[in-house]
């Protein structure tokens, strides 16, 4: 039987809220790649939680809401307008940098730029692209990698960003349909904690005062002056040698730099007040295993180290296709314990039951479904047209692709907001293949996505669309308005990044830019790989398999450990993270989290635990607030400082 829900009044989206948001995601968009990558500020996003969406939030609340409340005639953005700019800010803050633009579209054009007599790369795959796939011709090419303030080609740029654009939303959708699909599951009836919406949530509390209960208590403005004093005086020192700087982060190079020691480098002690707050909203169960996984996998490099067989394993992709495995495990277990979610999902698809209706879905069950569907299958014919030969390879990959987002989102949810990825879908089926039988077309094709959606999640849409409909809860907003809302945000947002990053690169030149990796070695990773296959091809890979049966495996024990026995203290989620580079940075304040948080509630209970909450919320938007207001001054002086280690 269905239980039984209470059904508040759903408050439909303002246009103001949607106004207000649109001026957020153009400002982003503007300024975010000029900030990312010619200044080398402190990035405003590069993880599932923004620091531009925070020190926006913080100034319409703090600014803008005071000065309404004090203005005549005037009201303040009400608790729903501001999620709806939140869940705006957060979608778009991601595209004009590793979430779309940034890596879309150097990969396009680095094909040709970085093609030479030496690799061949011409007459190995070029005539597998259709020419309309990706932009041609040297002076276009050469204008955006070097720059010399050359005119945007934006005739010859169209096509291909049309197209890439068209299979980019079709992917958002997707991403959508399964959001709603997984909606009710995680937030009604397994009633995950979300961290990283608890302090918009927070900020975001209507009050009939000047500030709100959280911004009046004393022990958040404390701790948000930590932050803010720590990160002046060493961005002071940054400008102005003559003022001491303040040391966050260890590095152990110097210490653990001999065998068997070096093995296990990166191996850095950071300080991130963010990070700790965060953490510190995190169950001590999910802290817990991933610092405590991270240091086992360590000990597991040290050990295979010193027994001669942990390069040899770590070379062959052991990690990486462990955590496929993993994954995979893991989402057959979620269809298990969501088994009566689904049941009751499918049963409103199949028998069209008018309750449905009511549950105030961003998407109605059935074309979630349908939409999931046709999302897969157009994905597929996309790549087909691109040249791909296996409608059904290129099916099964986008379906692998959909299962990580599933994980990817799930670990968000569990408070996890810097994911990465070790491994890409596709090279899962090119292990089980093998290049003879993937195909040399289909590698050429599915190159591409490798690159731009599939290899680096830290920015991956989905995770946002599943914390903003848990946002839409606290704003009691009409779901289904705040999709077409994010569209928008989406839309509008693709366009300014398309245009601002383009505009920079052709100005200034993309080999010149800061974090020049994304520049330069990213656009080329994906085809000397290819170039790798088809010049040395290879049968399947039994040895990867048996990687992947071995994650599954372990996945498989540690959720059994942890059903059956309550006395286990590590959660499975810890397993697929330790591999992911963005541990090397946040492990140890995790760590430092965690420990606080164990030490008030041995202490004090849950009681302490709540008392002490205010202060930890207070380090996060300390931290955001005081890196936007020296983002901003990098800016203006062209020379910028990143004290955020992503």
């Avoid at 289909?442 to 591409?448: C, D, E, K, P």
Wanted: charged share 15%.
């Amino acid at each position: 039987m269905e239980p039984t829900r209470i059904i508040f009044e759903k408050n439909p989206v303002s246009f103001r809220g949607v106004f207000v948001g649109l001026i957020c995601v153009i400002l982003i968009c503007s300024i975010e790649a000029y900030n990312d990558y010619y200044v080398n500020n402190t990035w405003l996003a590069a993880h599932h939680f923004p620091i531009v969406a925070v020190f926006l939030l913080t100034v319409l609340v703090l600014c803008v809401n005071v000065f309404l409340k004090k203005a005549p005639f005037c009201s303040p953005l009400t608790t729903s307008e501001l999620v709806t700019i939140w869940c705006m800010m957060i979608v778009s803050a991601s595209l004009p940098t590793l979430g779309l633009a940034a890596y879309m579209i150097p990969t396009l054009v680095g094909l040709t730029y970085y093609a030479t007599p030496e690799n061949d790369w011409v007459s190995l795959f070029h005539h597998y692209l259709p020419d309309w796939l990706i932009p041609r011709g040297d002076r276009l090419v050469q204008g955006f990698f070097e720059g010399q303030n050359a005119n945007v080609p934006w005739v010859d740029w169209v096509l291909p960003l049309f197209f890439w654009s068209i299979f980019t939303f079709i992917l958002w959708i997707m991403m959508m349909c399964l959001s709603t699909i997984l909606r009710r599951q995680w937030v009604e009836q397994e009633k995950f904690s979300f961290p990283l919406v608890q302090l918009p949530t927070e900020m975001s509390t209507e009050s009939n005062t000047l500030f709100n209960t959280f911004f009046r208590r004393q022990s958040m403005w404390l701790a948000f002056m930590v932050p803010v004093i720590i990160h002046t005086i060493s961005t002071l020192h940054f400008y102005y040698p003559i003022f001491p700087r303040i040391p966050l982060r260890f590095r152990t190079w110097g210490i653990l730099s001999e065998k068997p020691w070096n093995v296990i480098q990166p191996f850095d002690f950071d300080i991130q007040l963010s990070t700790i707050g965060l953490s510190y909203l995190m169950s001590l169960e999910i802290s817990l295993s991933l610092w405590g996984f991270y240091l086992i996998y360590k000990l597991e490099r040290l050990i295979g180290n010193a027994t001669g067989i942990s390069s040899y394993l770590y070379n062959q992709g052991f990690v990486q296709y462990r955590e496929k495995g993993a994954y995979l495990i893991l989402f057959i277990f979620f269809c298990f314990i969501g088994r009566n979610h689904l049941h009751r999902f499918f049963s409103y698809v199949i028998r069209s039951r008018p309750q449905v209706n009511k549950d105030n879905e961003p998407i109605e069950h059935r074309w979630a479904l349908v939409g999931l569907f046709v999302s897969l299958v157009s994905l597929s014919i996309l790549l087909i047209l691109a040249g791909a030969n296996s409608f059904a390879l290129m099916f099964s990959i986008l379906f692998f692709f959909a299962i990580v987002c599933v994980i990817d989102a799930w670990l968000v949810t569990r408070g996890l907001f810097f994911i990465h990825g070790s491994f890409k879908a596709p090279d899962l089926f090119v292990s089980a293949l093998g290049t003879h039988r993937f195909g040399a077309a289909n590698l050429s094709v599915i190159a591409f996505p490798k690159r731009i959606f599939f290899r680096d999640r830290r920015e991956i849409l989905m995770p946002h669309l599943v914390n903003s409909l848990k946002m839409s809860d606290f704003g009691t907003l009409n779901r289904r308005h705040l999709m077409l809302s994010i569209c928008l945000a989406l839309v509008v947002g693709s366009l300014i990044s398309f245009y601002a990053y383009l505009t920079l690169a052709y100005s200034k030149g993309a080999a010149s830019l800061g974090r020049s990796w994304i520049h330069t070695i990213s656009p080329r990773e994906p085809f000397r790989e290819l170039e790798r296959f088809l010049v040395n091809p290879q049968d399947t890979n039994w040895q990867q398999v048996g990687f992947v049966a071995i994650g599954g495996l372990i996945m498989f024990s540690l959720i059994n450990m942890q059903y059956r026995f309550l006395w286990w203290p590590l959660h499975p989620i810890g397993f697929i993270t330790p591999g992911q580079f963005p541990m090397n940075n946040i492990w140890f304040s995790i760590f430092l989290g965690w420990l606080v948080k164990f030490m008030m509630i041995q202490n004090g209970g849950l009681k302490m635990y709540r008392k002490a909450r205010p202060i930890f919320l207070g380090l996060v938007l300390g931290e955001s607030f005081i890196a936007g207001i020296w983002v901003i001054v990098g800016l203006f002086t062209g020379q910028g400082y990143n004290f955020l280690y992503f």
